[in-house]
């Protein structure tokens, strides 16, 4: 692993494919919370102990995830959706890392390609049907690396560049953020998610 590498750890979970939406809900916040103790070893392997490795994963007040009580501590970042959850710690000195997570038949697919259509993304270069799916994560995974709040559908970030489709599955795009950032975002289709990360 390169030492400038984030961690990254996603964990499936098991549920009834009818469970109820808080049921799921709180089975990803258990995973979340047990691929951030996998993601903390693996950390520590990497780049050496560290003051915050017995610490918890709390939240601020607008819900992003931290290590408790550690200033210096690196950013951190969650998800968890129908099935799989997933854990990311920057690597040292690094600002910001967002990661997100979708379903492969996410039932909200309609809607993002109605408005891809109205803002002109889905003209770029998709090379799969996957796509709305690619868009909507890679620009979840800025919001959270930014830590502010997400528009209705990702309206105020735009999808400036999408790169071709490797023979593994992953597409990179830039994202321009709320705050006029750009970000290089890895989108990848891995079993029955796709899956986003961004440093």
Do not use: Y
Request: glycine share 8%.
């Amino acid at each position: 692993m390169d030492l400038l590498d984030p961690v990254i750890i996603w964990l499936p979970f098991a549920h009834e494919p009818d469970a109820p939406r808080a049921h799921v809900r709180e089975l990803g916040r258990q995973a979340s919370r047990a691929a951030f103790g996998v993601a903390v070893a693996a950390w520590k392997s990497a780049h050496g102990p560290s003051a915050w490795h017995g610490a918890a994963l709390e939240h601020d007040a607008q819900g992003a995830p931290r290590i408790a009580g550690h200033r210096a501590a690196p950013f951190v970042s969650i998800a968890h959706t129908r099935g799989l959850a997933g854990c990311a710690i920057a690597a040292p000195g690094a600002p910001s890392i967002g990661i997100d997570a979708e379903p492969i038949h996410a039932s909200g697919i309609p809607a993002l390609r109605s408005l891809a259509e109205e803002t002109g993304e889905a003209r770029l270069p998709w090379n799969d049907d996957a796509w709305p799916l690619r868009l909507w994560c890679a620009k979840e995974s800025v919001v959270k690396a930014e830590r502010i709040g997400a528009d209705a559908l990702g309206r105020s970030l735009r999808i400036e560049h999408v790169g071709a489709l490797s023979d593994d599955g992953k597409q990179n795009v830039v994202v321009r953020s709320h705050r006029d950032r750009v970000f290089a975002v890895v989108t990848a289709v891995v079993g029955d998610h796709v899956r986003a990360w961004t440093a």
